[in-house]
DNA sequence: CAGTGGTCTAGACCACGTG
DNA sequence: ACGTGGTCTAGACCACTGC
């Protein structure tokens, strides 16, 4: 059984849920138990998670329905590789002992050479119109080596959040001079920076990035 | 049986870490089991809900640990009445049967008197500092009426949420000419502001929201 | 080998909404 | 009266860790 029952029912679920109208009910917890050969538990468990992504929502003694499709839970303060086709274009990388004391000082390292940090700096783009700037300073020793040449892998925040915490600050700001002409922003329009700083599950910062993105509307939304 | 078993637990256990160090390890779901009188899929949901919450997290074969502090979820792009002692001070309070045209867009409802909006002014502070004004408009027919004039309970968008799902697109903008006294920051100086919108489960609009953040650092902040 | 979390089963009772 | 989601039980097997 290579992936759980539980996850397959789901993904199951989320394909036929994708033909049907919005608020249409879907077959009750018990049908489905029985067409699909599990357990109520079991059922019960790809429902919620379909219910805590926005895809469905129940109503008590009536039924489970399928979402209005804007209502899935998105968070676009983070670069997503998957859905939205955005471009990439890494500006630098490289690997350092030392960086900005701040940075040295949020990720709780310090100058003695003991650990060396990536810094990766990208544009991300839509349409080739670039949306934002974003720099990653990475400690790697908390990096597996078969991801360490893999940008996307590398560079995808998305894939640490599992055995991670991302706190993210917002800040009103202008756009640095050294960037203003990349994302083609004057250079005294206001634009949103996001700071951000992972942990590990043991509370240990391990990434600090930020990004500066660009003033359009659409760019930074979240829905939840 | 007035709340659920798995909810008394989760309270209980909640209590219980309070008092323990960062990433010591708790009792055993097996352990809990017994002492707690439950059973493990009941203590399960308990943890499953403190972890995914982020006061605990698992380590597989090995157990399930106290999180860091400062890791808890939390989210501050909607005001908390509960816990970071903010002061609320109401500057406008009606309901009318015609707002602005953009407004009367977002929410779906159309000039015809048939449905009135409740429209609420706030500046939200802390230590006597003003951090943000919040606008509020609200279809008055989704409203309980007996919450209509308790406005803890009127404008806490958090209340709304197990039902709803909300959308806030956040923007750099300078801060309107007439909440700039009030927020004690020049005409000219960027500031972030949230625009947010809750819909019911069926996709309905009901509340379109608005809030001039003060350009302090602390004050947006995502965890997550 | 004993203990852990991850998954799964096949039932059960409840409160509530609808015909 | 019947069907729904919400809760709960008392087991089970698995893969893995640490001793």
Redesign the pocket.
């Given at each position: 059984?290579e992936t759980?029952?539980?996850?397959?029912i789901k993904n199951l679920i989320h394909e036929e849920i994708q033909h049907m109208a919005s608020n249409e009910?879907?077959?009750?917890?018990?049908?489905l138990t029985k067409r699909l050969?599990?357990?109520?538990?079991?059922?019960?468990?790809a429902?919620d998670e379909l219910v805590e992504e926005g895809f469905l929502y129940?109503?008590?003694?009536?039924?489970?329905f399928v979402s209005d499709k804007s209502l899935n839970k998105k968070n676009t303060l983070v670069s997503d590789t998957e859905n939205n086709n955005s471009e990439f274009h890494i500006i630098n990388f490289d690997v350092k002992y030392s960086v900005k004391e701040d940075i040295m000082k949020k990720l709780n390292v310090g100058f003695d050479k003991t650990s060396s940090i990536i810094r990766a700096i990208r544009v991300v783009s839509r349409n080739n119109k670039p949306e934002k700037i974003e720099e990653f300073y990475i400690v790697r020793s908390f990096i597996d080596e078969k991801n360490l040449n893999k940008f996307d892998k590398l560079l995808d925040l998305n894939l640490y959040l599992k055995n991670s915490t991302m706190t993210q600050k917002l800040m009103p700001t202008t756009v640095p001079a050294k960037y203003a002409s990349i994302l083609k922003v004057a250079i005294d329009e206001p634009i949103i920076t996001i700071e951000g700083i992972l942990r590990n599950n043991s509370g240990i910062p391990y990434i600090y990035y930020r990004s500066y993105n660009h003033p359009r509307n659409e760019i930074i939304e979240i829905t939840f």
């Open positions: 059984m759980p029952k539980y996850l397959q009910v879907i077959e009750s917890e018990r049908v050969n599990a357990s109520r538990m079991t059922v019960r468990r429902l129940r109503e008590k003694n009536k039924g489970t």
